[in-house]
């Protein structure tokens, strides 16, 4: 058959959740979670998001690892052999077919941005961006966004060197990246807070991230909170499930999990801290959207002492950061293409890698050329960046929730978490509770209210009754 084919192992339970916190690490953490956090008004989006990543993102986790254990295959194939195995449909195998479109599609704008993240090092390194204010800052932003070729020669490098790793298969490289590098990323972020708590202005950063006023939040931001909460923890496509199809046996589902949304949680936090501060005593605007960790930055960087070191050292960090998520984006769509049988690892990695680089071209236009053109008012890179995180994550999530909560015996999924009947039984109640009812509805509520669907219902209803 063809989805017998024996995927690699991690070396040890320690690789897994270097491998994973690698994953879920990365632009989504230090990109994203500012700037959407600024769109969206901060305090009160902030407390959502925390709301999510708790009631929601780590049940999905603990789910998805756990059939990518069972399943031991792509995302596909895990969730077909699952379903087969406790006698249900097949198109369960339907969840792993969302969750490649949805990488695709997260892979294609992931690239730009991480190219913006490599072109960045590279002004550091040559001494571009020396003392810069604020104005010159968006400029300068501004200048790298509007030319199309700088922007497709970072992408296509980002996904070169992507690719490259994926090619290699995982356990080369992937392994001592994410080994030696990521505490030092943790590091760097840590002394950044510390700088812009002295410098900035904290007290403001402060309350604008953590006291929350309501009257900002919208039902949109609420999907958003919850889209980024999928996206900062790699949920919902199937990357954690791939990563946990080459789990050692013996592995503590609940507790690794947990480690990792601690820190994938602390990592965003941080970032916020290490922005705002910035934001606020230079008096930038916290809405300006994608560009806003680049800007700030760039001016933090520049008012500081040795700002060119650290700054090359910094965007170096977060493109290695953004490569080890990367790779977790790309690696269910190669395992499920090499489990066809026909494809060796290296042709499947550059069937997939070109089809996101060309997606990634669309996207990258719609910084310049084609920015006008729009759906909804949304140009591609939006429509892409919301239709896969906002809509196609949360769903994909509320599909692998359900299927573990309601599909599954409880007894069997029970086991497969490594809980034993007797012992753990508040926990394992807790986590009954917020697999089968709290997670799923959390989710359909949310899907149901942004989309306007909720809208759509009563007036039908109104008419009928
Ligand atoms: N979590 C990563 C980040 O924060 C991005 C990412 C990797 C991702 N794999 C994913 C997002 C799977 C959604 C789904 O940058």
Redesign the pocket.
């Known amino acids: 058959m063809s989805t017998e084919i024996k995927h690699e192992t991690w070396s040890s339970r320690w690789i897994f959740i270097l491998a994973a916190t690698g994953?879920?690490?990365?632009?989504?953490?230090i990109w994203?979670f500012p700037y959407v956090t600024g769109e969206n008004g901060g305090g009160a989006f902030v407390l959502v998001y925390l709301l999510c990543v708790l009631l929601v993102g780590l049940p999905v986790m603990i789910c998805e690892v756990m059939l990518g254990k069972h399943g031991r295959a792509s995302p596909i194939n895990a969730m077909k052999n699952l379903a087969i195995g406790a006698k249900l449909s097949e198109k369960w195998g339907m969840v792993g077919l969302l969750g490649i479109v949805?990488?695709f599609l997260?892979l294609s704008f992931?690239s730009v941005i991480a190219g913006w993240s490599l072109a960045y090092t590279f002004y550091f390194v040559t001494g571009t961006m020396e003392t810069m204010g604020p104005q010159s800052a968006e400029a300068f932003f501004n200048k790298l966004t509007e030319s199309a070729t700088s922007m497709l020669v970072w992408h296509s490098i980002f996904l070169v060197i992507t690719c490259y790793m994926v090619g290699r298969g995982l356990k080369r490289g992937l392994e001592m990246a994410v080994k030696s590098l990521m505490p030092i990323l943790f590091l760097m972020l840590f002394g950044l807070v510390c700088y812009s708590a002295v410098v900035g202005n904290f007290g403001d950063a402060i309350v604008y991230l953590f006291r929350p006023n309501f009257s900002a939040l919208t039902g949109e931001s609420i999907l958003i909170a919850l889209g980024q909460a999928?996206?900062?923890?790699?949920?919902?496509?199937?990357?954690l499930m791939i990563y946990g199809a080459y789990l050692p046996k013996q592995t503590p589902i609940i507790r690794t999990s947990a480690m990792i949304g601690i820190a994938?949680t602390l990592v965003a936090l941080s970032a916020g801290l290490a922005i705002f501060p910035i934001v606020f005593a230079y008096g930038l605007e916290a809405g300006q959207g994608p560009g806003l960790v680049f800007v700030t930055l760039t001016v933090a960087f520049g008012a500081m002492p040795f700002g060119q070191i650290l700054g090359t050292l910094f965007f170096v960090l977060l493109s290695i950061?953004?490569w080890t998520?990367?790779i977790?984006?790309l690696e269910p769509i190669v395992a499920w293409m090499l489990e066809g049988g026909r494809l060796t690892r290296v042709k499947a990695t550059v069937i997939g890698g070109a089809g996101a680089w060309l997606l990634g071209v669309f996207s990258l236009l719609s910084f310049n050329i084609w920015g006008d053109i729009t759906i909804f008012s949304k140009n591609f890179f939006e429509i892409s960046e919301f239709l896969s995180?906002s809509i196609m994550?949360p769903l994909g999530g509320l599909l692998i929730v359900l299927f573990s909560g309601w599909r599954l015996k409880s007894d069997t999924a029970l086991e497969w978490l490594g809980i034993e009947a007797k012992e753990w039984k508040l926990r394992a109640k807790v986590l009954i509770l917020l697999v089968k009812v709290v997670a799923p509805l959390g989710v359909a509520a949310v899907l149901v209210n942004s989309s306007g669907l909720d809208r759509i219902g009563l007036k039908i209803f109104s008419l009928i009754f």
């Open positions: 994953s879920a690490v990365g632009l989504g953490n994203r949805a990488g997260i992931y999928f996206f900062s923890l790699s949920l919902g496509m199937g990357s994938d950061a953004a998520s990367a977790s984006l995180t994550l």
